[in-house]
């Protein structure tokens, strides 16, 4: 039988006011959003820094809202615990750097929380395939990582579908999340290749309070 998953929208911080991520945290808790996606960066995997652990442990004391920890450093496997004693309820990994990647994920399940793989849109889908039985959510980057505000590239929704398809063909049972450029435009194309969790920033925030809400219905809708 096949499953049928809920297809829901994760606000992404990054895009808050980082005087005052906690605004933003209270902007997707009043929106009644079940996810939040906060994104890590190094300097080194991704050409940015963004916050660590104790940003996310501050912001934990502010909400219950399901903490998606999107990891873009060169070695992610030296961080799993400082951001799951963060209180991070799901972290994904990136697969193009060198590190034990099963073991990896493995030691963020075994810390009691999920786990997720992420590629970038010029990674070879295929690179995912041995780690499908592994994880409970697969990310595909529909921008270069690093930034906000940038435009969505639209072919990457050829890998979701791939994906999707030996998904559907399987007993696997992973999410599929896209994560950059995001917004009201892409939702149809993303909705018809597979993708259940829809990341958006820039074009959430940018919103009003009625406009959020409509953006994250027309989602969660369908
Ligand atoms: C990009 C990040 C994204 C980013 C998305 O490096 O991983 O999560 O916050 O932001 P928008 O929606 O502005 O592209
Ligand atoms: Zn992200």
Not at 7 to 31: C, Q, R, V, W, Y
Request: glycine share 8%.
């Amino acid at each position: 039988m096949k499953t049928v998953r809920k297809k829901f929208l994760a606000p992404s911080i990054l895009a808050g006011n980082h005087a005052n991520l906690s605004e933003a945290l209270k902007t997707a808790d009043e929106d009644g959003r079940k996810w939040i996606h906060l994104d890590i960066m190094d300097g080194h995997f991704v050409p940015n820094l963004s916050f660590g652990p104790q940003t996310v442990s501050d912001l934990r004391k502010h909400s219950d809202i399901f903490f998606d920890v999107h990891l873009m450093l060169d070695q992610p496997d030296l961080y799993i615990d400082p951001f799951v004693a963060a209180g991070a309820d799901l972290i994904s990994i990136h697969l193009e750097p060198k590190y034990d990647h099963s073991a990896a994920l493995l030691k963020i399940r075994q810390a009691g929380i999920k786990n997720g793989i992420v590629i970038n849109p010029d990674t070879e889908v295929d690179g995912l395939i041995p780690f499908l039985d592994q994880v409970d959510l697969v990310l595909f980057m529909t921008v270069f990582p690093g930034f906000g505000g940038q435009k969505f590239i639209e072919n990457v929704l050829g890998k979701v579908s791939r994906i999707a398809q030996i998904r559907d063909s399987s007993d696997f049972d992973f999410l599929i999340e896209v994560d950059g450029g995001v917004g009201p435009d892409s939702i149809q194309p993303c909705l018809e290749a597979g993708v259940d969790v829809f990341v958006a920033g820039t074009a959430y925030y940018k919103l009003n309070a009625a406009d959020r809400k409509s953006f994250a219905h027309t989602i969660e809708a369908s």
